[in-house]
């Protein structure tokens, strides 16, 4: 009796070893197919990636292809998007390298587009501006002098040089706790056009409406400084709350205009590059005349508003 006993525990002893066995099968089963599956996504992931990045440089070949640009500034040529792709820019790790060395951001991917393509040797012919050297990926850098002016030049786009002026002279507003130093990504070797990052934008549109409504600023400065915001920008409270509340891409802050002597804004990379395109496509027409500058802020004005409106429709419709 006792050797049969013994042969029936041995045998369920066995049998839970081998249940015991087959459910660390099914687990490394589970485990590997996981892994398997975990590895699909990421392929996946980065072939949509590799679409993705392909048809921002696509994009961006094809806007450049508009411009005229020469290293020395004296052959001006336009190039065919086909050339440009063809050109050594920025590698896709060199790009991520200086996004960590920023401060781990992520810079905006039509900007990535051009650094993979331009390599900072070409000048761009900008009408009736400073033609425009753009730094290559190893000269991108956070504006280091005069921080404390990086509002005053973001403000000036939104409210113009005038009104702003007005206020200063009003209230130096510097010196209350609304004030900030924002950054400024300067991509050009002339420390005139800017990337500015979707914090400082809120942070930018918050101070806006504090200095703009302080008791001190009289009411004539107050409708100077609304009037250029809604010539630029369209209808001012939309424009405000989606800046202040939902912003959350990269803008561009072109700070040098000598026509208007303002500093105007662009919703993105490629609408500034757009602006230097169209600009020669206007005045560069051979029965061109120069204009007032009266009619040339018109001019500017509505360009602004024209990007700027569709920009806040697809804000709000996407919020509502």
Avoid at 260 to 265: D, I, N, P
């Amino acid at each position: 009796m006792f050797g049969i006993h013994q042969i029936r525990e041995e045998r369920v002893r066995n049998e839970r070893i081998l249940a015991a066995r087959e459910r660390s099968m099914d687990r490394r089963e589970e485990v590997l197919e996981l892994r398997e599956e975990e590895m699909c996504l990421k392929e996946e992931t980065a072939r949509e990636k590799r679409v993705s990045d392909d048809a921002d440089i696509d994009n961006m070949a094809t806007m450049l292809s508009r411009q005229w640009t020469d290293p020395h500034e004296e052959w001006w040529v336009i190039r065919p998007a086909s050339e440009w792709k063809l050109r050594k820019g920025a590698s896709a790790a060199q790009v991520s390298a200086l996004e960590k060395v920023l401060g781990d951001v992520e810079l905006p991917r039509d900007y990535k587009a051009f650094l993979r393509l331009v390599d900072g040797t070409e000048y761009f012919w900008y009408r009736g501006e400073d033609n425009i050297l753009f730094s290559d990926f190893s000269r991108v850098a956070w504006e280091t002098e005069d921080v404390e002016q990086n509002d005053d030049l973001f403000l000036s786009s939104i409210i113009g040089r005038a009104a702003l002026n007005d206020i200063h002279r009003e209230r130096d507003y510097s010196n209350t706790p609304a004030s900030l130093a924002i950054r400024l990504l300067q991509i050009d070797d002339s420390r005139r056009v800017f990337l500015v990052d979707p914090t400082a934008c809120r942070q930018i549109a918050q101070l806006w409406w504090d200095v703009l409504f302080q008791p001190a600023i009289s009411d004539s400065v107050r409708q100077k400084a609304i009037q250029y915001s809604a010539s630029h920008f369209g209808d001012i409270p939309p424009f405000y709350a989606m800046m202040q509340a939902y912003w959350h891409t990269w803008v561009v802050l072109d700070t040098s205009q000598k026509g208007t002597r303002e500093t105007r804004l662009y919703p993105s990379f490629t609408d500034f590059l757009d602006e230097i395109a169209t600009r020669e496509k206007i005045e560069g027409t051979r029965d061109w005349e120069p204009e007032p500058k009266a009619i040339r802020k018109a001019r500017f004005a509505a360009s602004d508003r024209r990007r700027w409106e569709p920009v806040i429709r697809s804000y709000f419709n996407r919020t509502v």
